[in-house]
């Protein structure tokens, strides 16, 4: 489904910046995952869940992970929490929670942010993004500006292939290695 | 008052920046790379912002990521602790220009004391004892032997845009003098990128005496005490502790004048510290101004009451000093060991998962540290894993409670300097406080001093 998507983007120096987009994985593990800063907080969320309902197990299918947390003594001692996780089928694919993503969706690319600034998908404020999802892209295409410090960064794609998911909202913050888009490398047209 | 300040640092300092922070009602960015996503400095900040990849020079000394950080979440002041770009004047200068505050000295401080040649200079220039050395860099094999011939052997020439113990060699005599100039030249180079040397007379076994000073923006300065910094491996040091045994009060007030002195001369601002040589005869000489909060900051913070963190903070945002210099009180006696994770045998750094952690506690005990069990040591940073750090009524009462806290103090998984400690805190010509520079190597050789 295609949608305009309206930008607010200060104006940046004539001079702009090519780049490569950071380490892109192929795909990530439950354990990978499981790492990541904001699902750790939404397991840490979980667990204070189970204490205050005084819950014994609890499961939660999330992203393509499933986590199940389970109490190993008595409510009202101190609890220890046991983690299983699984992933849903082999591999999945990390995404943005603004998009969830159905089930198996093994072989993405993951592009992600090499430097520190501020996501815009389009060059300009009243001009059209640089790519939708869906879109065909080539290798080294501009997929979207990363703006640090007044310099606008031009950020190529690193592989050909298909915008399956846009995971950076426009305007907002990115951090180093934060994903910016899932692109299928081997597109079935 | 700042509202919100980025910590561009990582480990123990972040953490400690971090507190000062939170007790003044700040709030904190903190930065990491990517090994550090869930490091301990981190979930202790408000906000984090992932700025590279492990190799530091990607991501925490990466001044256009870290400075990026600082833009999209509003910092209005960066504190860069100590390392990393504690010292790098390019950088506090950026921040200047952009309207970000550098918690710190100014570039032109930074950029003044960094050049040790020069720093010497214009102490010398005001009039304080600079250690008997060539009145600047070095350009030739005769400039070199002219200077050593006036000073006089043994001497030791070392890089001007140095420290850490590198780009150093010890020439004894006339005929070993052209070597070591050539080799000091030559690591100075490949160390730091610069291969200019000066000269200084060696001393066989100075002690290394440091005054922690603080300047406000209007030039007030004020000495909170000396450190005696002697115990160190390669220049690196292991064990500091304050008041030094061997300063009485008088040579206490001419070396913290001195320092204040020091740091006029030079417009010093904010936090810095005044490093001083104290030969036998206890002469001292002006060695250099390090620009930045140090490592041992906390022994002086026990002995003052003082927080040297809120203190550079007050001082970043233009607050004058509260202190004068009769307001600084030192009551009782204060160590530091240095807790590295590094095999004791070869002090080769010793990576890996810490299984178990628990520090010591107890009356007059402090451990810096971000350390915690479960967490990996990583070998992509220093190794330094904690500051244990005890106070005491006097230096027996000190030391004796680092005793304690030492055989207290639970780390497993990973190798540390605690039984080194253990040796230097039960020797007796340490307990008598008569050690010097030298000690340690010979104590590290022979088995005991």
């Keep these: 489904m295609k949608k305009r998507v309206r930008t607010d983007i200060r104006q940046g120096r004539a001079g702009q910046n090519r780049l490569p987009a950071a380490s892109a994985d192929f795909t990530t593990t439950a354990e990978e995952l499981m790492l990541q800063p904001d699902v750790q907080k939404e397991i840490q969320q979980l667990v204070e869940l189970l204490k205050q309902h005084n819950l014994t197990e609890l499961e939660v299918e999330r992203q393509g992970l499933r986590l199940r947390l389970r109490r190993e003594t008595a409510p009202g001692l101190p609890a220890a929490v046991v983690l299983e996780s699984a992933t849903a089928g082999q591999r999945a694919a990390i995404q943005s929670p603004a998009t969830p993503l159905k089930a198996e969706t093994p072989g993405l690319m993951t592009i992600r942010s090499p430097i520190v600034g501020t996501f815009y998908r389009a060059p300009s404020a009243d001009a059209d993004p640089y790519v939708e999802e869906g879109d065909l892209v080539k290798k080294g295409q501009v997929l979207c500006i990363v703006e640090a410090m007044k310099l606008m960064n031009e950020i190529e794609s690193e592989f050909d292939g298909r915008i399956v998911s846009i995971l950076a909202e426009s305007t907002k913050p990115v951090e180093y290695g934060q994903p910016l888009f899932l692109i299928d490398p081997t597109p079935a047209s | ?449």
Excluded: W
Aim: a neutral charge; hydrophobic letters at 40%; glycine letters at 8%.
């Design chain 2, 1 to 449: 008052m700042f509202k919100k300040i980025l910590v561009a640092n990582r480990g123990e300092i972040a953490l400690r920046v971090i507190r000062a922070c939170k007790e003044l009602g700040i709030k904190t960015i903190a930065i990491h790379s990517e090994v550090d996503a869930n490091a301990m400095h981190v979930r202790a900040a408000e906000e984090r912002v992932c700025v590279g990849p492990a190799d530091d020079a990607l991501s925490y000394r990466n001044i256009p990521n870290v400075l990026s950080a600082a833009e999209i979440t509003g910092a209005e002041a960066i504190h860069p602790g100590y390392g990393f770009l504690a010292e790098n004047a390019h950088f506090a200068e950026v921040c200047e220009s952009i309207g970000i505050k550098f918690i710190g000295p100014t570039s032109e401080n930074i950029a003044a004391m960094g050049d040790k040649a020069k720093a010497r200079e214009i102490m010398a220039r005001r009039g304080i004892p600079v250690l008997p050395g060539s009145p600047g860099e070095l350009r030739s094999e005769q400039d070199a032997l002219d200077a050593a011939q006036k000073i006089g052997f043994p001497v030791i020439i070392k890089a001007s845009a140095g420290g850490g113990g590198r780009g150093m060699r010890v020439a004894n005599k006339e005929d070993e003098l052209v070597r070591a100039f050539h080799a000091a030249q030559t690591e100075a180079k490949a160390t730091f990128g610069n291969e200019s040397v000066y000269l200084e007379r060696y001393f066989l076994e100075p002690k290394h005496i440091e005054v922690q000073i603080l300047a406000d923006e209007r030039g007030r300065v004020v000495f909170l005490g000396e450190r005696d910094c002697s115990i160190q491996r390669r220049y690196q040091k292991l064990v500091e502790e304050t008041p030094s045994p061997v300063v009485d009060d008088r040579l206490r007030r001419e070396m913290g004048r001195t320092a204040v002195e020091a740091v006029k001369a030079a417009h010093y601002r904010n936090a810095g510290t005044v490093e001083f040589l104290l030969d036998k005869d206890h002469h001292f000489y002006f060695m250099e101004v390090n620009a930045r909060i140090q490592v041992e900051h906390p022994v002086t913070e026990m002995v003052t009451g003082i927080d040297l963190i809120k203190e550079q903070i007050r001082i970043a945002a233009g607050m004058p000093l509260a202190y004068r210099q009769q307001d600084i009180q030192l009551t009782g006696h204060s160590f530091e060991c240095r807790i590295n994770a590094e095999c004791p045998e070869k002090f080769t750094p010793c990576p890996g998962v810490v299984t178990r952690y628990h520090p010591p506690g107890g009356p007059g005990v402090r451990v810096d540290s971000a350390m915690e069990s479960q967490a990996i040591v990583v070998p992509n940073y220093d190794s330094l894993i904690a500051k244990l750090i005890t106070h005491g009524q006097n230096r027996e009462e000190a030391m004796a409670r680092m005793r304690r806290a030492l055989d207290e103090f639970v780390i497993e998984g990973i190798k540390t300097t605690i039984p080194l400690h253990r040796r230097i805190f039960n020797d007796a010509e340490f307990q008598k406080g008569r050690v010097s520079t030298g000690f340690l190597e010979r104590f590290l050789t022979n088995g005991s001093s």
